[in-house]
């Protein structure tokens, strides 16, 4: 028999038909088993230690949507000063500058100036 893959996550489907058979193996009193990974004890100490560790999970991954929040709303309020200094440098020092150049501004004589196009006359 093949090991299973324990890299990828269980449906919850399956997941909750295990919990569902838990369930049902509580309601067998007479039920006892040598083999020590499906004893009655085993089996409620990882059922308790999958929604304890799915409980870590789930606030864990809150703090990282709230983390990835705070960053995002950082990188935008450090974009936005950005844009704010560089039109206070063109607006100080003059769009042909070479410290409007300094912050990643383009001089406006360096700027490529629009082609003509030549108009085809059409002849029938």
Same mark, same amino acid.
């Given at each position: 028999?093949?090991?299973?893959?324990?890299?990828?996550?269980?449906? &919850?489907?399956?997941?909750?038909? $295990?919990?569902?058979?838990?369930?049902?193996?509580?309601?067998?009193?007479?039920?006892?088993?040598?083999?020590? $990974? +499906?004893?009655?004890?085993?089996?409620?100490?990882?059922?308790?230690?999958?929604?304890?560790?799915?409980?870590?999970?789930?606030?864990?991954?809150?703090?990282?949507?709230?983390?990835?929040?705070?960053?995002?709303?950082?990188?935008?309020?450090?974009?936005?000063?950005?844009? +704010?200094?560089?039109?206070?440098?063109?607006?100080?020092?003059?769009?042909?500058?070479?410290?409007?150049?300094?912050?990643?501004?383009?001089?406006?004589?360096?700027?490529?100036? &629009?082609?003509?196009?030549?108009?085809?006359?059409?002849?029938?």
């Amino acid at each position: 028999m093949t090991s299973p893959d324990t890299t990828r996550r269980l449906r &919850p489907q399956l997941i909750n038909q $295990d919990i569902e058979s838990l369930h049902g193996l509580q309601t067998i009193s007479t039920y006892e088993t040598n083999r020590a $990974d +499906a004893t009655v004890t085993n089996l409620q100490q990882a059922y308790q230690a999958m929604l304890t560790t799915q409980q870590v999970e789930t606030e864990k991954l809150t703090m990282y949507r709230a983390a990835a929040d705070a960053a995002r709303l950082a990188e935008w309020e450090f974009h936005n000063a950005v844009i +704010a200094m560089k039109e206070v440098v063109r607006g100080q020092y003059g769009s042909d500058s070479d410290q409007a150049q300094a912050v990643g501004l383009k001089k406006k004589s360096e700027r490529k100036r &629009p082609s003509r196009k030549k108009l085809v006359a059409l002849t029938s």
